[in-house]
């Protein structure tokens, strides 16, 4: 690779994973010590259906309303995306566009410009490449023409989401470029959303597993061992051997592995644990949608975990899709739910801050100064106001703490997060006004 290329390579990666050392990206040598092996395996049967053959309806009896994965053909070849989302095309007209790759430890984007990221993937030799996946290139001024080039497949386009601007709403469209071997671990798509990924150019080798598959079984935790690699290409590789050995006369596990190829689209309903692996360099684009078929699910989810967008959601509803409301109101009245209130939520927020600034007056109290700036380990300063801690409970037993790499908030040797720890000295400390102080 050119020098300027390697520069600005070697500082992104420092930016988007500063739990690798730079020299370490290609330790264990995996396009050399795996080859071709992740393509030795035999595929699983998935319904593969050209969109002539399919209608509307037929595709929601038939794959969405029972959830069942399937691989969509017929749809790629009709955009403009098929000619121009080639690498050698897109890259002489985005060249001097900058893309996201990923984010650093305080969560902003970290971008790269395309000229140098296409040189770095027809070079590069990492067990896990830096990924190129943008998600908001349609709010961009060079890359908001990318929407020209695609349309939403028609089994798609219902989409409860589509009622919220962009400001608000969750993120759920991504362009792709994926090296040779990157990929993602097995996981589950958010808010119990369904999913479709069209492939416009190279191969992803896929693998899904039913939505009652056992959470540890679909991780392969116990196979793991000190030391290894939680990466793309070490679990299918590795771990999926032994996942299918162990759990192939289970009733409970249903599993999919199969090769997606250029001009497919695959369907993956809500709630099945899926990963991928790019075994060529790999140009795609992929979406998240909730519809009414799968309102249920992701009604209860959004209220659950993003409350205040239920608020503006179910806003949304009443004023534009009635039907949607009744829904959501129905279903908040089968579960005894109340939404989320501001004003009841200011009162209590209030009530709990007053009762931890009794606690902290009647603590401080006992000591005869505050500790000074000098007694503080700057090394474990965070800002942490965007985390909320326990109160502090009378006889609680410290544990030594680590730091959590992405929000900097302390947490303990179970993973959770707590307010009162022990430093490298052994003496009891805790979270005060954002610092840490003697406890």
């Given at each position: 690779m050119d020098p300027r290329t390697i520069k600005k390579i070697g500082k992104l990666k420092q930016k988007v994973r500063t739990d690798i050392k730079l020299g370490h990206w290609n330790r264990f040598n995996y396009h050399e010590t795996v080859g071709d092996d992740l393509e030795k395996f035999k595929p699983d049967f998935i319904r593969r259906v050209h969109v002539d053959d399919i209608s509307q309806k037929e595709f929601i009896e038939s794959y969405e309303k029972p959830r069942r994965p399937c691989m969509l053909k017929g749809i790629c070849e009709k955009w403009p995306a098929w000619k121009r989302w080639l690498p050698e095309n897109f890259q002489s007209v985005y060249k001097d566009v900058k893309f996201k790759c990923g984010e650093d430890d305080e969560g902003y984007a970290v971008r790269i410009k395309l000229k140098y990221f296409m040189e770095y993937m027809r070079n590069q030799k990492d067990d896990s490449p830096v990924y190129l996946f943008e998600s908001s290139f349609d709010d961009r001024k060079f890359t908001k023409d990318l929407l020209l080039d695609y349309n939403v497949p028609k089994?798609?386009?219902?989409?409860?989401?589509?009622?919220?601007?962009?400001?608000?709403?969750?993120?759920?469209?991504?362009?792709?470029?994926?090296?040779?071997?990157?990929?993602?671990?097995?996981?589950?798509?958010?808010?119990?959303?369904?999913?479709?990924?069209?492939?416009?150019?190279?191969?992803?080798?896929?693998?899904?597993?039913?939505?009652?598959?056992?959470?540890?079984?679909?991780?392969?935790?116990?196979?793991?061992?000190?030391?290894?690699?939680?990466?793309?290409?070490?679990?299918?590789?590795?771990?999926?051997?032994?996942?299918?050995?162990?759990?192939?006369?289970?009733?409970?596990?249903?599993?999919?592995?199969?090769?997606?190829?250029?001009?497919?689209?695959?369907?993956?309903?809500h709630g099945w644990w899926h990963a991928v692996v790019n075994l060529d360099d790999t140009v795609a684009v992929t979406q998240n949608y909730g519809s009414y078929v799968n309102f249920e699910n992701v009604w209860r989810k959004v209220r659950r975990g993003r409350k205040r967008l239920a608020v503006k959601l179910l806003q949304k509803f009443r004023k534009h899709c009635p039907r949607y409301a009744d829904l959501a109101e129905s279903l908040n009245r089968e579960d005894n739910y109340e939404?989320?209130?501001?004003?009841?939520?200011?009162?209590?927020?209030?009530?709990?801050?007053?009762?931890?600034?009794?606690?902290?007056?009647?603590?401080?109290?006992?000591?005869?100064?505050?500790?000074?700036?000098?007694?503080?380990?700057?090394?474990?300063?965070?800002?942490?106001?965007?985390?909320?801690?326990?109160?502090?409970?009378?006889?609680?037993?410290?544990?030594?703490?680590?730091?959590?790499?992405?929000?900097?908030?302390?947490?303990?040797?179970?993973?959770?997060?707590?307010?009162?720890?022990?430093?490298?000295?052994?003496?009891?400390?805790?979270?005060?006004?954002?610092?840490?102080?003697?406890?």
């Open positions: 089994f798609f386009r219902e989409n409860i989401f589509n009622l919220l601007n962009d400001k608000i709403r969750p993120p759920y469209r991504w362009f792709l470029i994926g090296p040779k071997y990157s990929g993602t671990t097995v996981h589950l798509d958010p808010l119990s959303t369904n999913a479709w990924n069209a492939l416009l150019y190279g191969r992803k080798r896929w693998v899904l597993f039913s939505p009652n598959t056992p959470r540890h079984v679909v991780k392969g935790i116990r196979y793991f061992r000190k030391g290894d690699d939680d990466e793309a290409v070490p679990y299918f590789h590795k771990i999926l051997p032994k996942i299918r050995r162990d759990n192939e006369l289970r009733e409970n596990v249903e599993m999919f592995e199969f090769i997606q190829y250029p001009g497919e689209i695959i369907f993956v309903p939404m989320y209130d501001k004003a009841k939520h200011s009162k209590k927020r209030k009530r709990r801050k007053e009762a931890e600034n009794n606690t902290t007056t009647s603590s401080s109290s006992d000591t005869s100064s505050s500790p000074s700036s000098s007694d503080i380990d700057d090394g474990l300063i965070c800002n942490a106001s965007h985390v909320q801690f326990p109160e502090r409970i009378p006889g609680f037993k410290p544990v030594k703490l680590s730091m959590n790499k992405f929000t900097k908030a302390p947490k303990d040797e179970r993973g959770k997060i707590s307010n009162v720890f022990v430093d490298d000295s052994g003496n009891p400390r805790e979270l005060h006004n954002n610092k840490f102080r003697s406890y």
